[in-house]
């Protein structure tokens, strides 16, 4: 596969590296707020 | 039955919730296939392998604007009818939309570096893509910096229409100026240039997978905020009994 991307790997990979850890950041940051919010109100609810 | 019938929150929970784990699925697919189909497409004449950029650099554009679009039709439902939801969904779409333009500046300059020679260029679409990036910076920490919530809606609302001008002007730059290094529109529904189907399809498949990752995105964050406001309710009325 990098024999494809020839002279222009560096930047090929970069761009898509660097996007592919800020989505999945964004993912990960979401489902993790999700979480704990639903957490955080299943324990209030339970407490009144 | 009413539009306005979803901007109650009970309603709007059960809706979402019940519609989420389809679109999500439906995100989950676009997106690895059109980025997948991407990724193997052959080498541009002029571009090589660089044009695999642009399967990232494009849908992250067109959301980076899309997205504040729809953070000004949300804020001025607040403003307008005080809806509570739609400011709520308002917040929640920016932390996507400040990563989708983060994606497309950075893709291009990736993109630019081997292109034009050079990472950066103050080119209209640049600068104005850049401003947009600031801009969601400055919504989030207006939020985040004010205790009152409908303070805050309201502040936000104000910020996010001055911020529209240069939603707008990222948009149309290229059609406003002539002496920009940024090309014009990838895809156009207007006569002349067209794009190869070899990368137009995949592209567009890329596009509706970013739209429904969006999508999957501002739902659930927009759950999240329902959840924290009706937790901070609970807790107030706890502290007041």
């Given at each position: 596969m990098m024999m494809e991307l020839g002279r222009y790997a560096v930047p090929v990979l970069t761009a898509w590296g660097i996007s592919a850890v800020l989505i999945v950041g964004l993912i990960a940051q979401t489902l993790a707020a999700s979480a704990s919010a639903r957490k955080a109100l299943e324990e209030v609810e339970r407490r009144g | 039955m009413s539009i306005w019938e979803y901007a109650n929150p009970v309603k709007f929970m059960r809706v979402s919730g019940a519609a989420l784990p389809w679109i999500a699925a439906a995100a989950a697919i676009c997106l690895p296939a059109g980025l997948i189909w991407g990724w193997m497409t052959p080498e541009d004449y002029k571009q090589g392998a660089t044009v695999k950029i642009m399967f990232l650099h494009v849908p992250a554009a067109m959301m980076a604007i899309n997205i504040w679009v729809m953070m000004l039709a949300a804020s001025l439902i607040w403003l307008i009818r005080r809806h509570h939801v739609s400011a709520l969904a308002a917040r929640a779409a920016a932390p996507v939309g400040a990563v989708m333009t983060l994606v497309a500046l950075v893709t291009g300059a990736v993109w630019g570096?081997?292109?034009?020679?050079?990472?950066?260029?103050?080119?209209p679409r640049l600068t104005s893509f850049l401003i947009l990036f600031l801009f969601y910076l400055g919504y989030m920490a207006l939020w985040g910096a004010i205790e009152n919530p409908d303070s805050a809606a309201d502040l936000t609302g104000v910020l996010c229409l001055v911020g529209s001008v240069f939603a707008l002007l990222s948009r149309y730059a290229v059609n406003f100026w002539n002496q920009g290094l940024h090309q014009g529109a990838?895809?156009?529904?207007?006569?002349g240039e067209r794009m190869s189907t070899v990368y137009k399809y995949p592209l567009y498949l890329c596009m509706l997978g970013f739209f429904l990752l969006f999508l999957t995105l501002l739902l659930l964050r927009t759950r999240t905020e329902i959840r924290r406001r009706r937790t901070a309710a609970l807790l107030a009325r706890e502290v007041r009994a």
């Open positions: - | 570096q081997p292109m034009w020679g050079t990472w950066w260029e103050w080119d990838s895809l156009s529904i207007a006569p």
